[in-house]
């Protein structure tokens, strides 16, 4: 019965859809949904934005789980609901787990050089936010980046560089990839590690993020 159900909402990483889930498989007890990326409005806070993405969860303390910017917009989110359990994936709980070229570049508005308008090309998302050495792993990531709409790359590269998040949530759940660049697990506190693990896991490691997310689930 669809009551029983555990409800279970996922925030896909930026730009991406459903896409990247496809390989995450629960057992007919859990009913996936996915929220896909809204676009925001003119000068729009990530408070506010989180608080439209929020009201689309109709269930009583759902699961919530994002991953990489979808984490960061997943934690503001959790402000405006009652949740079961939150994780994120392949992201960061607070300013101080960012890159040092992220923190630069916040500090240097570099990423307002980006030419979202044009395309959100390989080079681009490599130097800014992926990290340099990952077009291999980008290029399989590139086929799940379906959000082109320039203002929601702006807005979307903007407040992942300058999020300004201090502390950590108490009761965030957080898995991440031993060989992420984009956010390198040196900088990553009290996680739980993927061995080998890099940021498009969500995709190549289908079947071990699913099972390690049902032993969180159960726990």
Known sequence: MNSEKTHIYFVPGMAAGSEIFRNIKFPETYEVHILEWLIPEKNESLKAYAERMARRIQEKNPILIGVSFGGVVAQEMSDFLKVKK????????????????????????????????????ADDLTKYSIG?????????YQEYLHVRDKQYLDWALEKMITWGKKEKL???????GEKDVVFPIKYIDQCEVIKGGTHIMILNR??????????IFEE
Not at 86 to 114: D, G
Not at 134 to 140: A, E, F, Q, V
């Open 86 to 121: 939150l994780i994120i994936i392949s992201s960061v709980k607070s300013k101080n787990e960012l890159p040092r070229r992220m923190k630069l570049a916040s500090l240097t508005k570099a990423y307002k050089l980006i030419p979202t308008g044009l395309v959100l090309s």
């Open 132 to 140: 340099p050495k990952t077009k291999k792993r980008l290029s399989l």
């Open 170 to 176: 108490q009761d965030v759940i957080h898995i991440h």
């Open 206 to 215: 289908g079947r071990e993020i699913s099972q390690k997310l049902l032993e």
